[in-house]
């Protein structure tokens, strides 16, 4: 698939249809109940889902400002497509197994899920990474302030790929040296440092970009963008200390 456009209407549909996948299973919540918390639960493809399919959606727009050559984009969009779908796909065959998705190697069948994940959270550090380097190499377009937007949001981004890997590493080693169910609760105090700084790449340009509808000054604009990534940055740094602290 050449087409830029066709790609980016691909990875939108994409981000929707995952989306819906997290609502819907919302709604088997409301309806078959059972625990919220814990490594088997409804919530595991309600928040996957939704984070995922706004991810794919927010990345497939901010991307668009890279300066990046159209085919080297399209191939790592629909590589990240399909590895976000991969994500999404194996959590919630996990939740309607009533298994662990994530670090479950009780069978050889969760081993291989657990290990799929583990593999295509790898090929996302990898991909994001290389936008996040390519916001920085050359100056992104677009309205005033969209540039330091989405330099912090793919910046910010880092941190959430960052603290996921961290989660992933220390449940494998804790599953691997016995101490399963302390695997499963271990991810607990980097959850929160992961969420926050998951969507700053949606968030800080979806800001520049309204206010690129407004009738302000450049310079006003400007300066609510870095104010806005000033106040984003210390929430994760907040989320940050919190890991610490609560890091047993």
């Known amino acids: 698939m050449k087409n830029p456009r066709a790609v980016d209407r691909l990875c939108y549909t994409t981000g929707l249809l995952l989306v819906l996948s997290g609502l819907v299973h919302l709604g088997v919540f409301a309806v078959d109940g059972g625990p919220w918390d814990g490594p088997v639960s409804w919530r595991k493809p309600v928040t996957f889902g939704l984070s995922f399919g706004l991810t794919l959606i927010a990345v497939t727009w901010v991307t ?75 100056r992104p377009t677009g309205p005033a302030g969209m540039p330091l937007a989405v330099r912090s949001g793919f910046a910010i981004l880092l941190v959430a790929l960052a603290s996921g890997a961290a989660m992933i590493a220390r449940g494998v080693v804790l599953t691997r040296t016995g101490h399963q169910e302390a695997a499963y609760h271990s991810t607990a105090p980097l959850k929160p440092l992961h969420g926050v700084s998951l969507h700053a790449v949606l968030v800080l340009p979806t800001l520049a970009w309204l206010l690129s509808r407004s009738p302000w000054s450049e310079r006003t604009r400007r300066r609510i963008v870095a104010t806005a990534v000033g106040c984003y940055a210390a929430a994760v740094a907040g989320a940050g200390v919190w890991a610490v602290l609560t890091y047993r």
């Open 64 to 138: 668009s400002y890279l300066r990046v050559g159209p085919r080297l984009r399209s191939a790592l969009l629909l590589v990240f497509a399909a590895d976000c779908v991969v994500e999404v796909g194996g959590i919630t065959l996990q939740a309607w197994r009533r298994v662990p998705s994530h670090l479950n190697m009780e069978t050889p069948f969760d081993t291989a899920v657990s290990v799929t994940l583990a593999v295509g959270g790898g090929v996302l550090v990898a991909l994001l990474t290389v936008f996040a380097v390519a916001s920085f190499r050359h």
